[in-house]
Nanobody, 122 residues
Framework: QVQLVESGGGLVQPGGSLRLSCAVS????????MGWYRQAPGKQRELVAA???????NYADSVKGRFTISRDNGKNTVDLQMNNLKPEDTAVYYC????????????????WGQGTQVTVSS
C-alpha cells in the first residue's frame, strides 16, 4: 500500500516562506512523477508543481519564480519551497505521486496525501 505523509504547512505573513515536505512509502515504480496540488475554498484542485524521476519540472504560471520543487529519489521524498507567499496562495496543499504499472495492460496509479493547510495572512 502506498502512503504519502505531508508536513510543513502553517500560517505565514505575506512575503514569507514555507517549506512543504512529503514522504512516500510503499511499493512504487521507479519511473514516476511527484507533485504538489492545492485546493482553495470553493475552487477546484490545481497543479502547483510537478517533478519527474529524472528531475524535469513543471510549474503553474502563478508560482513560477517563487516556488521550487525538489525530490530525493533515494528517500522517496518531494519538497516544495515556497517563497514570497501571497494571500492567494492560501489553500490545502496535497502531495501526489503517479506511475504506470504493467498488469497485463498498462495502468496508471495515482496516490494522494491527506493535505496540509497553508494560510498566508497578515
Amino acid at each position: 500500500q502506498v502512503q504519502l505523509v505531508e508536513s510543513g504547512g502553517g500560517l505565514v505573513q505575506p512575503g514569507g516562506s514555507l517549506r512543504l515536505s512529503c514522504a512516500v512509502s510503499g511499493s512504487i515504480a521507479s519511473f514516476n512523477a511527484m507533485g504538489w496540488y492545492r485546493q482553495a475554498p470553493g475552487k477546484q484542485r490545481e497543479l502547483v508543481a510537478a517533478i519527474s524521476n529524472i528531475g524535469t519540472t513543471n510549474y503553474a504560471d502563478s508560482v513560477k519564480g517563487r516556488f521550487t520543487i525538489s525530490r530525493d529519489n533515494g528517500k522517496n521524498t518531494v519538497d516544495l519551497q515556497m517563497n514570497n507567499l501571497k494571500p492567494e496562495d492560501t489553500a490545502v496543499y496535497y502531495c501526489n505521486i503517479n506511475f504506470r504499472i504493467y498488469t497485463g495492460t498498462w495502468t496508471t496509479r495515482t496516490y494522494w496525501g491527506q493535505g496540509t493547510q497553508v494560510t498566508v495572512s497578515s
